[in-house]
């Protein structure tokens, strides 16, 4: 399977509707750590809903709309990355994140993220990168600040999480900001 390593030994590798079982048991797992962040947290309870999950995913990586990814570590899935959305026509995309507890404080999510930037700009041509975020979530926003991102504001009540409206804040790079910095954003 292809993979990227992201160092002490963990990967960033796709992660398919094959491996929902996978998905269900990590999700379980870390349920009461992504609830509040996740809406998918609520529901993917189990193998045909995460498959069913991950096959949205797969159709969107199919159109070139979105991908989703695994964050192994040792072998083991502790989180994932996505790019939520996707459009190459209008030269954008949203990036988002999981990880389970156990696999936080060492800059998994930061390397990936980093990885999928460069592949988005440098690769696909992409002009600009954003990171969706609650306001509520400081690990998340620190996320942003490492890969040079700029706070741009916020969505007021953008969606809603377990019955209650969440503000979004939207941080983003652009291309040219994230090349300069020689892929470490606007303010690398």
Same mark, same amino acid.
């Given at each position: 399977?292809?993979?990227?390593?992201?160092?002490?030994?963990?990967?960033?590798?796709?992660?398919?509707?094959?491996?929902?079982?996978?998905?269900?048991?990590?999700?379980?797992?870390?349920?009461?750590?992504?609830?509040?962040?996740?809406? +998918? &947290?609520?529901? @993917?309870?189990?193998? #045909?809903? /995460?498959?069913?999950?991950?096959?949205?995913?797969?159709?969107?990586?199919? $159109?070139?709309?979105?991908?989703?990814?695994?964050?192994?570590?040792?072998?083991?899935?502790?989180?994932?990355?996505?790019?939520?959305?996707f459009s190459a026509s209008e030269g954008?995309?949203?990036?988002g994140a999981w990880l389970a507890p156990?696999?936080?404080?060492?800059?998994?999510?930061?390397?990936?993220?980093?990885?999928?930037?460069? +592949? &988005?700009?440098? @690769?696909?041509?992409? #002009?600009? /990168?954003?990171?969706?975020?609650?306001?509520?979530?400081?690990?998340?926003? $620190?996320?942003?600040?490492?890969?040079?991102?700029?706070h741009e504001g916020t969505l007021r009540?953008?969606?809603?999480?377990?019955?209650?409206?969440?503000?979004?804040?939207?941080?983003?790079?652009?291309?040219?900001?994230?090349?300069?910095?020689?892929?470490?954003?606007?303010?690398?």
């Amino acid at each position: 399977m292809l993979s990227i390593p992201l160092g002490d030994g963990a990967r960033l590798c796709p992660l398919e509707p094959w491996q929902a079982a996978e998905l269900a048991a990590h999700t379980d797992r870390a349920r009461g750590h992504l609830a509040p962040w996740l809406p +998918w &947290a609520h529901t @993917v309870t189990d193998t #045909a809903s /995460a498959r069913a999950f991950l096959q949205r995913y797969a159709d969107k990586q199919a $159109a070139d709309e979105g991908r989703i990814y695994g964050i192994r570590l040792d072998g083991e899935l502790v989180g994932g990355m996505f790019f939520r959305l996707f459009s190459a026509s209008e030269g954008s995309c949203e990036l988002g994140a999981w990880l389970a507890p156990e696999a936080q404080g060492r800059g998994l999510v930061t390397t990936a993220a980093r990885r999928m930037i460069d +592949w &988005a700009v440098g @690769v696909r041509g992409l #002009a600009r /990168a954003e990171w969706l975020v609650s306001p509520d979530n400081g690990p998340s926003i $620190a996320v942003a600040k490492r890969l040079g991102m700029t706070h741009e504001g916020t969505l007021r009540s953008a969606f809603p999480v377990s019955g209650r409206r969440q503000d979004l804040q939207v941080w983003a790079v652009l291309a040219h900001e994230w090349q300069a910095a020689g892929g470490k954003g606007a303010h690398g």
